[in-house]
């Protein structure tokens, strides 16, 4: 069973996807009052609507189709014999004037049907739909629904098509307008192709495209009740269901294609039809070729429900967005509604104002690949400002309004620069201009005047109302500036005259904090300052930065500024590049925490053995023991009890602060405090690398960073064990043993033994020490010479000869005889830097 619908999933699925067979053309135009419209604008029918339809066979047609008009009522409700009309479509009045037929009061849906002529044709055909009418009612909502759902699928793949080929560059743009607009979905990867290959991407797994259009009521249903609907869900995310594109669209045909095969008799078999409308056209499309031997095919057309329309939510994108009237091919997006945009259901649409001088209609098209409605014409004809307007038009036979979009309207000279600008143009750099106005939407370029035309300016609108404009004055002379604002609408340039100065330095104070060698020397036009200096203090020119209308100058200080007094009125002397001087006011502020480094060692902890390895530069301070330090106080003079001292790694990867309430800082007396760090517990294992220091007041001012050393990890060395010769190596076993980068046995390390940074074993082959000592470069300060002293044992009886140790742990490997070592496998060649492999014996101590 399951084998069955499998295949049947698959042949359906082919089917619903293809569509591709041109079928016969049925004109239809439809007249409600004194109104007629083409099939192709008419949504929806009701009773008393007059249909004309008119077969549009070629004059070739050798095969009799029998053309019958069926109206229903409802899945439970028959309807009678006279609400199907007969039509032989070879006989001339039908072929030349078709043929007129008015909806019944109670109809509900309408259906056309396509069948070879045959005896009792019509009566076979009336009786298959009265005898079973709720099959015709579910095929012919899924058909109607289906061919809607495959016009929006068309529109895009139109788009698509004409993009790829007239604008290749804005396919992804469009792309996405027109699914938003029309219910498509798009796969994003298609865009990271080359440009080339995008098209044919975006139009694969064409009916998975189409999503349901949630303003509109569901137009698919389930394929069945119970386990056969639980297996064509679980079908549809296979490979050959379309890898999870099952979509509305094909829902609907796998849908109408179960029920019509049930009517299958041994004279008729339904095959449904997609019908497109073109203006008064439907233009079929059928999935299988309809036979003309028995069982015959029967085409089955569905028409637009008998039902009051259902007017299309369309909406804006962005309900709040405003746009500009007078832009060119102004776009206003729109979503919600698809057929609105896919279909011509509808038309003459136009954007409409109520304005005090009257109302003013816009005409406005629905264009897909745009994603919403085009303004056909420059809006001339609205008054400045800010308006209001919305969309009318027809659906169908009746009046609809849609969506309303906020539109502003340009109008001339309204922009001023803005207070704080009037005197920011100077010559030799760049400036940022900031212009104010009404309204930025309309907008289209910002220039400066010249004598050859407008230069172009780079400009952008941070928020409505505001322009910055960047103006570039580098090369250019003092003297007059015109900005002008060019807008859509508009024949003539807005001008904003400005003028553009060669600034000299204008100093308004040099800032600093007493004791401090940096300050800051505020001001415009600061690139001109050579130096500053104040009672034998001098200070020269850092780097240059601005903030807002300000220049702020770093500087830096040849000498202590102790001596100035916070509070006190100095004036320094400014020279500048050109040789001129200027007075500035100097603010000094009260001095930061300043504390001096009398001295730092190393303890080791209670009960902790003393380390064999002797450091080799006081600076480097092993995690393991307690660092202590003295600290003096230079500002203030004496230490406060409420001042903290932290300690950081010098890249920021660890911290912590000392206090006397904590007890890791503790006076000596009132100017000088201990303070006690135990790195291990505070830092973690993985804590190495430069530290430093520096005073932190109760209110959180920090003073100058001091370095306080190196923090590096050491090995847990535990035992060297050498043999008798001299010149045979020895073994040195112990833990963490690649924090060691080398080892060697002179201070001068002449041909040392390198450890790999990936070592994991506990065991090195080491050289011979000469004076009873090893000296060692540690991992985490490879710069200094470390002493390494472990009392020399000699080699255990049968234990592994020095030369044969294992550096690196390894399985134990048989030897071939007593006598032999085993071999180092082909695929671990030994590294140079270490020693062969070691015999069973020996190898399990090369465990890590």
Known sequence: MLAVLLLSWAGVQAGAQAFDLVGPKVDVRVKRGEVTLPIGEVPNLLPGDRLWVHPDLPGSQSARYVLVVAFLRGATNPPPPEWFTRVETWKRAARDEGVFVTVPQEAQQALLFLAPETGGDFS???????????????????????????????????????????????????????????????????????????????????????????????????????????????????????????????GAIVDTVKILSSLHTARFQYIPALALPTRDTLNMRLSVPPSFRDPKSVVVIALPPVAPAKMPPLHAVNPA?????????????????????????????????????????????????????????PATRLPEGDLTGVVRGKWGFDDWEGPRFHLHSAGPGKWSVAAGDQSVLVVGREDTL????????????????????????????????????????????????????????????????????????????????????????????????AKASLDGINWSPAALSRVKDTDRLAMHADSSTAGLEPGRRYFARVQLLDGRTLRAPVEVAPQRPQVTLLSKG????????????????????????????????????????????????????????????????????????????????????????????????????TGDWLPLGTLVRVP?????????????????????????????????????????????????????????????????????????????????????????????????????????????????????QTAPAAPPAASAKGKP
């Open 602 to 701: 190393a303890q080791d902890a209670a009960g902790m053995d003393p380390s064999p390895v002797q450091l080799g530069s006081p600076d480097d301070l092993p995690i393991e023991r307690r660092l202590v330090f003295f600290l003096k106080s230079k500002t203030p003079a004496n230490f406060p009890r409420n001042e903290k001292v932290e300690v950081a790694a010098v890249d920021g990867s660890f911290r912590t602060v000392l206090s006397l309430a904590e007890g890791s800082l503790m006076l000596e007396d009132a100017k000088t405090a201990l303070g006690v760090v135990e790195p291990l517990s505070r830092f973690g294992s993985s804590a190495f690398g430069p530290v430093e220091l520096r005073a932190v007041s109760a209110e959180g001012v």
């Open 321 to 377: 967005e405003s746009y500009c009237a007078q832009k060119p091919g102004l776009v206003l997006p729109a979503e919600g509604a698809p057929l609105v945009l896919a279909t011509n259901l509808a038309y003459d649409l136009n954007l409409h104002f109520e304005l005090p001088g009257g109302p003013v209609d816009l005409p406005v098209k629905a264009d897909p690949a745009k994603g919403g409605m085009v303004l056909e014409e």
């Open 434 to 529: 900031h212009i104010e106005g009404e309204s930025t939407l309309c907008i289209d370029k910002v220039e400066q005047q010249s004598a050859t035309g407008g230069i172009p300016l780079t400009w952008k609108s941070p928020k409505p109302g505001l322009l910055e404009v960047a103006v570039p004055l580098k090369d250019a002379a003092p003297g007059p500036v015109t900005i002008q604002i060019r807008q859509f609408g508009l024949d003539r340039p807005d001008l904003l005259p400005m003028k553009a100065y060669s600034e000299a330095a204008s100093l308004d104070s040099l800032s600093l904090s007493a004791g401090d060698t940096g300050a800051v020397l505020t001001g415009t036009r600061l690139d001109q300052v």
């Open 124 to 250: 076979t055909l009336r009786n298959a739909v009265r005898g079973r009418p709720g099959i015709f009612v579910r095929a012919g909502q899924n058909l109607q629904a289906a061919s809607w759902d495959r016009m929006r699928l068309n529109a895009y793949l139109d788009q698509v098509k004409v993009t790829s080929q007239t604008d290749p560059k804005l396919l992804k743009e469009r792309s996405e307008a027109s699914a938003r607009s029309l219910g498509i979905k798009v796969d994003q990867s298609c865009f990271l192709k080359p440009e080339d290959e995008q098209a044919t991407c975006l139009s694969q797994h064409t009916e998975g495209l189409v999503m349901d259009d949630a303003g509109t009521q569901s137009r698919v249903s389930q394929i069945a009740n119970g386990s056969t609907a639980d297996l064509m869900n679980q079908l549809s995310y296979s490979s050959m269901g379309g890898a999870g594109v099952y979509s509305p669209y094909v």
């Open 716 to 832: 847990g060395f535990r035992e060297l064990r050498c043999p008798h010769a001299l010149v045979k190596p020895c073994t040195l076993t112990g833990s963490n043993l690649f924090l060691a980068a080398s080892i060697a046995a002179t201070p001068d390390f002449d041909n040392p033994v390198d450890v790999p940074p990936d070592f994991t074993g506990t065991q090195l082959t080491v050289p011979h020490p000469v004076n009873g000592a090893l000296y060692i470069k540690l991992r985490d300060d490879p710069a200094t010479v470390q002493t390494l002293e472990l009392p020399v044992l000699p080699m255990a009886a049968g234990a592994l000869t020095p030369a044969k140790a294992q550096p690196i742990a390894a399985p134990p490997v048989e030897p071939e005889t007593p006598s032999q070592p085993a071999a180092v496998p082909a695929a671990q060649p030994a590294s140079p």
